[in-house]
């Protein structure tokens, strides 16, 4: 790989964890990692070298989506409007038993397409069939820490189906590949299967995603169920003991928050999601207090539509200030911690989420020509709530290009969009008593 010269672009940096923009700086690559950024001087062309002008735009780390089901973009629009309930157990679940493994692969190729386009690198991906998806993140050249969903009913066997998979893919893919037990959640796992996951995950030395708490009733149907929240399973059953990735996680109590900011549990969080739910907003500030690691999360895009964290760190900042009935919450700065730092503490890459010498080179150029950028009084600001991923220019991971003026290089979107419109027919099929699993209420 010839090295490669970002040039002239400003630079959002994290020092101590305090974001700074380095402005007319250049950043240097070799192979897969950032070698130095030091501001631009003159230039003398080498061969060996590929240079981007970035004149004019702004460099940041490439965003990691801390929850997703990304293949889960070919139902995108299927079930609108309707309340949790119904969504999984009336359209979700069933539509879900019609997948192949063919489906998820060109179902992950899109909602990868979609996530390069919005200036993601890397993403927790949560879903089936997922060799599927390992071999998309594999052809595509983003990261991926894969985790192939269970639920308790299908039992132990499908359950090793997923440890094989964790043995097949954990660090391929130049490392751009890790992979993490996915048991559903503890409202569709109970807890001997949750012991068992927890088991699993230390013998394979592996971390754990999941889904908890995400509505207060579920809050209340665990203390009916088993006395205890959904956070307190979690410890009782061991999960909490290996590093986990919470999806949602809303409405901690106290006794939760000691627990969380004992473990290595970090954060996915997912306003659009609660939003378009109709679902209760969770005030982040105690995370924040606790020094509990949270990071942006698209969900699937049969209830985001979208796989854009832009899009969520904009509404992320709006709900918490509304939450807590106060402009002062969600300041600037604590937005960009979670949305680029936040999303590597709480997928565990050290080497991620900061432009700084030394760190993996997952590199996004923006560009800052819109009207609505201009002035740039406050770059932080711009970049928050008046920057969208549609001007996302340049993507960059593990020191390769991956889309450019917003052209893909190592993907065909005209041979995904036919592969997957030419699946849809079947897929929102549905067959009456066929579901994947049973929301419970
Ligand atoms: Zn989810």
Redesign the pocket.
């Known amino acids: 790989m010839a090295g490669l010269l970002v040039r002239d672009c400003d630079v959002l940096q994290f020092n101590n964890g305090q974001p700074e923009f380095l402005i007319h700086h250049n950043i240097r690559v070799e192979e897969n990692r950032i070698e130095a950024i030091y501001p631009t001087g003159e230039w003398q062309s080498n061969p060996d070298i590929k240079v981007i002008d970035a004149g004019g735009m702004l460099a940041v780390p490439g965003m990691i989506n801390t ?3 990304v293949p889960m973009v070919l139902f995108r629009g299927v079930a609108e409007d309707v309340p949790l309930e119904e969504w999984f157990n009336d359209y979700i679940f069933p539509m879900e038993s019609n997948l192949t493994p063919e489906d998820v692969y060109w179902g992950a190729m899109l909602g990868i397409a979609e996530m390069i386009e919005a200036g993601i690198t890397c993403v927790a991906d ?1 879903y089936f069939f997922m060799d599927s998806v390992a071999e998309a993140i594999q052809k595509s050249g983003i990261r991926g820490d894969l985790a192939w969903a269970v639920f308790e009913h299908e039992g132990l066997e499908k359950l090793d189906e997923t440890t094989a998979f964790i043995t097949r893919w954990q660090g391929q893919a130049n490392d751009r590949i890790r992979t993490w037990l996915g048991p559903h959640s503890p409202y569709l796992c109970g807890p001997e299967f949750l012991k068992t996951c927890a088991q699993k995950a230390v013998e394979l030395d592996v971390g754990i995603h999941l ?1 908890v708490s995400e509505t207060k009733e579920q809050v209340a149907l665990s203390r009916q169920k088993y006395g205890m929240t959904p956070i307190r399973l979690l410890e009782e059953t061991g999960i909490l003991e290996r590093p986990t990735i919470l ?2 996680c809303l409405f901690p109590e106290e006794e939760d928050l000691v627990l969380l900011r004992n473990h290595p549990a970090g954060i996915g969080h ?1 306003p659009k ?1 609660y939003m378009r739910a109709g679902l209760e907003l969770g005030s982040l500030q105690p995370y924040l207090d606790n020094q509990i690691p949270i990071g942006l999360a698209s ?2 895009a049969a ?1 985001n539509s979208t796989l854009d964290l832009y899009e969520q760190m904009r509404l992320m900042g709006l709900t918490q200030k509304i939450v807590e009935g106060d402009a002062r919450s969600m300041p600037l700065d604590d937005i960009l911690r979670i949305a680029f730092l936040g999303g590597a503490n709480v997928c565990r890459h050290s080497e991620l989420g900061n432009l700084k010498p030394g760190n993996l080179a997952d590199i996004v150029l923006i560009r800052q020509d819109r009207a609505s950028q201009i002035p740039r009084l406050n770059i932080a600001a711009n970049l928050v709530y008046a920057s969208s991923a549609t001007d996302v220019d340049t993507v960059i991971c593990d020191g390769q290009i991956l889309l450019q003026g917003r052209q893909h290089l190592t993907l065909n979107k005209d041979q995904i969009k036919q592969e997957v419109e030419g699946r849809l027919e079947k897929l929102v099929t549905r067959v009456p008593g066929r579901k994947v699993a049973v929301y419970p209420t």
């Open positions: 929850h997703a089901h949560h889904h999806a949602h997912a999601t969900d699937g209830s």
